[in-house]
């Protein structure tokens, strides 16, 4: 199923469903009517019918939620968040990996670029959307906003992270200024690391985690944490491999196997329909898409010919390039071919 949404989503997702269709795989991929257009004609985002789609599809290919026209949290909620929640997607995936040494800000700061991934939780932790206003407008206004780690949601998620590692994992939290939290997250990593004892593992406080991906992060390969360190994290990484322009992500539940794949660059209002977007992310997201699918082969291919066609110039602006979206999509396929 294939969910364009908004702004520059409605771009770059048909462009690389183009370089997908280069492959000859005979997949199918069915739109849904899921944005911003319909929840301002209708005030309903993702109607039922649409959501039971998505539960039977064999994955779901997101494009990007957000429109400036609305301020009303229900579109997000609808869409996006239910999408998560509803279907327990409980993985978020983000790999940063330097398709060209050019584009990044430590290019000439060490021994090799980056390639690292950032496992998130993606569903509890801040963004539990427990908590509440009081007074709410008023000089003494006061604020709420629980966050939730449960057993179940951190061990599975160090458990995931432990099984795509390809030589370390790395727990980054805040243990000392979270007690609470920290205490369960710190039991859940000793039972995790004790079921995967050949994998090397070691902890950071999450501070230390972000100056470190910044000034050596060759060091890195999985890094796991909760909610919001996580969006924080994976932003960082994105910026080292060049920016959101190249930064896809998987949001998986690793027991159902549903999954929803998706650049993570957001609708970028401001050049939205000047077709200067960038594609990479999202063919990226199509990549991870095909290894999830069972075309481990295939995504390869699509990875590597994103790479070859940035080295060679032939990409966006924002990479160095003067391609348009299109035109930029169209040579990853020339690569690909």
Sequence with gaps: MVIEGDGIGREVIPAAIKVVEELGLGLEFEPLDVNAERFLRTGEALPEGAFRQLEKADAILLGAIGDPRICDPRYTAQTLGRIRRELDLYANVRPARLLDPRLSPLRDAGPRPADMIVIRENTEGLYSSLGGRFKAGTPDEMALQ??????????????YAFSVARSCVVMADKWNAMPHAGALWHRCWREARAAHPDVPARHMA???????????????????????????LSDIAGGLAGGVGFAPSANINGTTGQAMFEPVHGSAPDIAGT???????????????????????????????????????????DAGGSLSTGEAAAAVARWLR
């Design 275 to 317: 077709g200067t977007a960038n594609p990479v992310a999202a063919i990226l997201s199509c990549a991870l898409m095909l290894a999830h699918l069972g075309f481990a082969a295939e995504a390869a291919a699509v990875e590597a010919a994103a790479a070859g066609a940035v080295r060679a110039g032939e990409c966006t602006a």
């Design 146 to 159: 629980e966050h939730v780690s449960t057993y179940r949601g951190v061990r599975r998620i160090l458990d």
């Design 206 to 232: 999450i501070d230390a985690c972000a100056l470190h991906m910044i000034t050596d992060p060759w060091q890195f390969d999985v890094i796991v944490t909760e909610n919001c360190f996580g969006d924080i």
